[in-house]
């Protein structure tokens, strides 16, 4: 059984720290920062043996180089991409990996959009989507395309229901008023918005979410659904064709208007 948890770094992202059982295998996913991850293991008297990289953005692999050098044995798994250099082994769509320490395998899936090269980690029916999916929203489109966003975040809301996503970042709150835009009549995201406010003034973190509460209440998971397509309709000022062009309206009115 996994056992998961939040560092936070910089401002606002979360580098997940896995363990099972606590105490051998231990890991952690888009290590933005060192510091944070080598106090807290360091407290702990814990030794980190596997890293996970989501993608090449710097606040999720800045803290690589500096955690080979006080664990050099670590494995570091991540996307073919040549802009992170610290991998020790690479890994792609379908492959399912074992960390040292570990008995929970970890499925990878390519989910590109956020950038061309970005995947994601099935653990358990735990999901660590980097800046694929957020709670209540998604990641920009970067070196990705729309239509590939678009069909990564299909990808992972045909997952079990109960999965669990741990993004990368707390960006709950400004993505729920973003989702109260789109859909101001939903009951569903009320409830959501005010459980988010509450946990983040008691100072927790809202991720991770279950997929089924991503289903309800995120706009980019819901693009087949007839108040999401009138609204993003509106915005573009023309008729919607299909659910990826009504995603591409989404994420735009967002970039333009909203962020
Ligand atoms: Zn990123
Ligand atoms: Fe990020």
């Known amino acids: 059984m996994l056992s998961i948890e939040p560092i936070p770094a910089f401002d606002d992202n979360y580098i997940w720290l896995l363990q099972e059982p606590p105490g051998s295998g231990v890991a952690v996913v888009d290590p933005g920062d ?18 996970l990289v989501t993608h090449h953005h710097q606040d999720h692999i800045g803290g690589l ?46 989910v590109p959009g956020h950038t061309a090269s970005h995947i994601a980690y099935l653990g358990d029916a735990n999901l660590f989507c ?15 395309t729309f239509a590939q966003l678009a069909a990564s975040l299909r990808r992972i809301a045909a997952l079990p229901a109960t999965t669990l996503c741990y993004c990368a970042h707390e960006y709950t709150l400004a993505n729920l008023g973003f989702a109260r835009w789109v859909e101001p009549d939903s009951p569903a995201l009320l409830d959501r918005s005010a459980a988010a406010a509450r946990q983040r003034r008691a100072g927790q973190p809202t991720v991770p979410s279950t997929l089924a509460l991503e289903l309800a209440t995120n706009p980019f998971l819901r693009t087949s659904e007839p108040a999401v397509i009138a609204a993003a309709a509106d915005f ?15 994420r ?8």
């Open 34 to 51: 060192a510091d944070p991850v080598i106090e807290t293991l360091r407290a702990r008297g814990l030794d980190l043996t596997a890293v």
């Open 65 to 110: 180089d500096e955690l080979r050098q006080v664990w050099p044995d670590l494995l570091i798994t991540g996307p073919a991409d040549r802009r992170i250099r610290a991998l020790t082994r690479v890994v792609g769509e379908g492959e399912q990996v074992r960390l040292p320490g570990f008995t929970t395998d970890f499925q990878v899936m390519a």
């Open 130 to 144: 980097g800046d694929t999916l957020f709670a209540a929203g998604c990641g920009r489109v970067f070196d990705g």
């Open 236 to 250: 573009a000022g023309h008729p919607l064709a299909d659910p990826t062009a009504v995603f591409t309206a989404l």
């Open 252 to 259: 735009r009115w967002k970039d333009e208007r909203y962020d």
